[in-house]
């Protein structure tokens, strides 16, 4: 059972590659990165969603503040200025201008200014009796506005030529041939290549011997008086 399902998967691997190798080549396209907003766009909205933790007895409370106004849990006061927070293209975040006092406690000075939901750490309320914490803002978008998302162009690529691969097919011109096709590997012996002399060879100045004709034997070589 084993090896048919082996089998089966090997014919449809091959089935595959030949689908695949068969398939035309298609130039390649410009993809346009996708359209964000800037790092620093944030988009005012109308309501802050405000968590406040008792310490005394462990109770969360959320409270939904419209901007411009404040809400009270026991003896906290809760006040929104401002709440934005980033559009859908963007990390999610809110931040909250928040104004905050404990009846309670006179001795403590209030707080006044934004908290952010992701990075909590960076303001926070030192009462020993409550914990606040910014989670989100709702409510109908208002100023500041994200405005419209940026144009962005798909890239126009240049036409590349296809590179010939080592030991493939050269081109049908090359230099050097007369008739544009592949040049010869070995000289024909109809059409004999003259081969040039050594660089740096002395031209030879004797005169070439006159040609015999055919049948006639050559005569004997003069004999050098030098040598005698």
């Known amino acids: ?95 909250a201008l928040l104004h905050l006092k404990d009846s309670s406690d006179p001795q403590r000075p209030p707080f006044d200014g934004w908290m952010l939901a992701q990075e909590p750490s960076v303001a926070t309320y030192g009462s020993p009796l409550y914990d606040v914490r910014v989670v989100s803002c709702a409510g109908a978008p208002t100023a500041p506005q994200a405005g419209p998302l940026p144009v962005v162009k798909a890239p126009v690529l240049a036409s590349a030529e296809v590179p010939v691969e080592e030991g493939g097919d050269a081109p049908a011109s090359q230099p050097g041939s007369a008739s544009g096709g592949p040049v010869p590997l070995a000289p024909d012996s109809h059409n004999p290549i003259p081969l040039a002399p050594p660089s740096g060879a002395a031209p030879s100045l004797a005169p070439a011997a006159p040609a015999q004709p055919s049948g006639q034997p050559l005569p004997p070589p003069e004999a050098d008086p030098g040598l005698e």
């Not at 695949?20 to 410009?30: Q, W, Y």
């Open 1 to 95: 059972m084993m090896k048919r399902h082996l089998t089966k998967a090997l014919l449809c691997g091959a089935a595959g590659a030949l689908l695949l190798g068969s398939a035309p080549v298609r130039a390649a396209t410009g993809v346009a990165p996708p359209a964000m907003y800037p790092a620093a766009t944030w988009q005012g909205q109308s309501q802050a969603v405000v968590r406040v933790l008792d310490r005394l007895d462990a109770h969360l409370e959320l409270l939904t503040i419209p901007v411009g106004g404040s809400a009270t849990y026991h003896s906290l006061s809760v006040g929104v200025e401002a709440c934005v927070s980033r559009p859908q293209t963007l990390a999610a975040d809110a931040g």
